[in-house]
């Protein structure tokens, strides 16, 4: 059975950081695309940002560029969402993703695997 559970929401300040991890399990994630997510009450869920299996490539959202960095470690099946100078308009609700053949990278039906989500609240 697979699993996909995201952790390290919370609340922070403007201009704050956080980082969000998720772990998978139940599948060769090796063989896997990782991506994450975010949707706010009322709204469709919004694409962040995407890796490749290998680590080699990944594509941000330009809302976050240059401010949220994604990585993952394949040894320990983990992803990590690394986010800093966070704004207000990051609050959402954080989904880590996972997929094996990705035809569109910013589409949540490319995607096969979902966590349950992470509440991030930016505020002051």
């Known amino acids: 059975q697979v699993h996909v559970v995201e952790s390290g929401g919370g609340l922070v300040q403007p201009g704050g950081s956080l980082r969000l991890s998720c772990e998978v399990s139940g599948l060769p994630f090796t063989s896997y695309v990782t991506a994450w997510f975010r949707q706010v009450p009322g709204k469709e869920r919004e694409f962040v940002v995407t890796m490749n299996q290998a680590g080699s490539f990944t594509y941000y959202a330009d809302s976050v560029k240059g401010r949220f960095t994604i990585t993952r470690d394949n040894a320990n099946n983990m992803a990590y969402l690394q986010m800093k100078d966070l704004k207000p308009e990051d609050t959402a609700v954080y989904y880590c993703?996972?997929?094996?053949?990705?035809?569109?990278?910013?589409?949540?039906?490319?995607?096969?695997?979902w966590g349950q989500g992470t509440q991030v609240t930016v505020s002051s």
């Open positions: 993703a996972v997929g094996e053949a990705i035809p569109n990278w910013k589409v949540t039906t490319s995607y096969e695997y």
